[in-house]
């Protein structure tokens, strides 16, 4: 279930920056409400912006303006660069989001986080957008400032500066969807699972009521926080398929992050794969029992043997694209085919080393269902 290259096409108007602490483990989050097995900060938010601006001078004072996770939005009036102040905890997940607002876009401007002189994460509000969030992870408790800086000395006008959480939740191999609420603009959800090494797992998202006109990027990192697929839910599919292979044994962290300022849900769901033997001759019907699930078949064959392989849908639905892929002993793809509506049925012939063959089968959409594997050697 490969990454549809849209997926890439479109620019983000957030900038992921390195996380100077590591994803997995637990983060320290919002109060909360629970909605569908997924925490999410307290303050509901519509229409984009979320609560009532405080007006602030673009040069504040000690003292000045003063952002809070989820709390009010400060409006400041550039004449030039400006700050904002917050404080923060050690591992907290957050996002400073700048939505243009009267301030003109002759060049770009910069979006600092600092702490005690040492910049933590920066970001750029780009000519043509309307808004950037910065996300990172607090390195530490304390006080940090958000410098921002036109880099053209005409650019004036006002910026409207916010602060959101993260919400936290978790994902059970082969359990229900998780509800993923995402209640303020900029704000991220991030889910936990366990994973065990050599499994093969299929992370599945379905849009709810995000934007259909922006995409919802998906990161799954490892125990590490390192990124092992990414993915997106964007304007050309109402869901998003990422298949992985776990290569570290360890607790694993499906990122949520939304490139809109919009609010809404999205679902998650963590499916496995399913292993099975073939015996030639011997027809073998393969059940596909949950969306995203994957098939890894095995037979066992001898040097130069000959082969020809028949698939055909038992109940499975056809509405999206099948693949099916053979694989040498040494992992080569050999030969392929994928079955669509309307061509449901595929026979592939080649010839053998020896050894064990697997067959990848994998539905690219929603499907479910069984499908009907024939083998045979030939004289």
């Known amino acids: 279930m490969a990454v549809h290259p ?27 409400a629970v909605a569908g097995g997924v925490s999410t900060p307290a303050a509901a938010v519509g229409g984009g912006v979320s609560t009532p601006a405080a ?20 409006l400041l009036d550039l004449k030039g660069s400006g700050t904002v102040g917050f404080q923060a905890t050690a591992g907290q997940r957050l996002t400073v989001l700048a939505q243009r607002r009267t301030l003109t876009a002759t060049d770009n401007t910069d979006l600092t986080i600092v702490r005690n002189g040492t910049t933590v994460a920066d970001g ?19 006080a940090y400032t958000v410098r921002i800086s036109p880099r053209s000395a005409k650019d004036r006008g006002t910026l409207l500066v916010s602060l959101a959480g993260a919400s936290a939740g978790t994902l059970a191999l082969r359990g229900p969807a998780q509800q993923v609420t995402i209640t303020r603009p900029g704000e991220r959800a991030f889910l936990t699972f366990p994973a065990t090494a050599g499994q093969r797992l299929t992370v599945v998202a379905r849009r709810g009521t995000l934007a259909r006109d922006e995409y919802t990027y998906l990161d799954i990192r490892g125990p590490s926080g390192e990124v092992n697929t990414s993915g997106a839910v964007g304007y050309e599919s109402e869901y998003r398929t990422l298949d992985f292979d776990v290569t570290r044994t360890g607790r694993h962290t499906v990122e949520v992050n939304p ?27 393969i059940a596909f029992t949950q969306p995203g699930e994957r098939a890894f078949v095995t037979f066992r064959a001898a040097e ?22 053979v694989r040498t002993p040494a992992g080569l793809d050999v030969v392929d085919a994928t079955l669509t509506t309307s061509k449901p049925v595929a026979t592939l012939g080649f010839s053998s080393s020896a050894g064990t063959y697997t067959i990848e089968i994998d539905p690219e959409g929603l499907d479910t269902g069984t499908l009907l594997l024939d083998l045979h050697r030939l004289p």
């Open 124 to 142: 750029a509000l780009i000519v043509t957008w309307a808004s950037v969030s910065v996300d990172f992870t607090a390195p530490a408790a304390g």
């Open 259 to 285: 490139d809109t300022d919009r609010t809404g849900t999205l679902t998650v769901q963590l499916t496995g794969s399913i292993s099975a033997t073939l015996t030639p001759g011997r027809p073998a019907r």
């Open 304 to 325: 130069a043997e000959q082969f020809r392989l028949t698939a055909r849908p038992g109940t499975l639905t056809t509405t999206s694209e099948t693949v099916l892929k």
């Open 6 to 32: 849209a997926a890439t096409r479109r620019p983000r108007r957030w900038l992921t920056v390195a996380l100077t602490a590591a994803l997995a483990g637990g983060v320290p989050t919002p109060a909360a």
């Open 55 to 74: 007006a602030a001078s673009g040069r504040p004072g000690p003292g000045g303006p003063q952002l809070t996770v989820g709390g009010p939005a400060v």
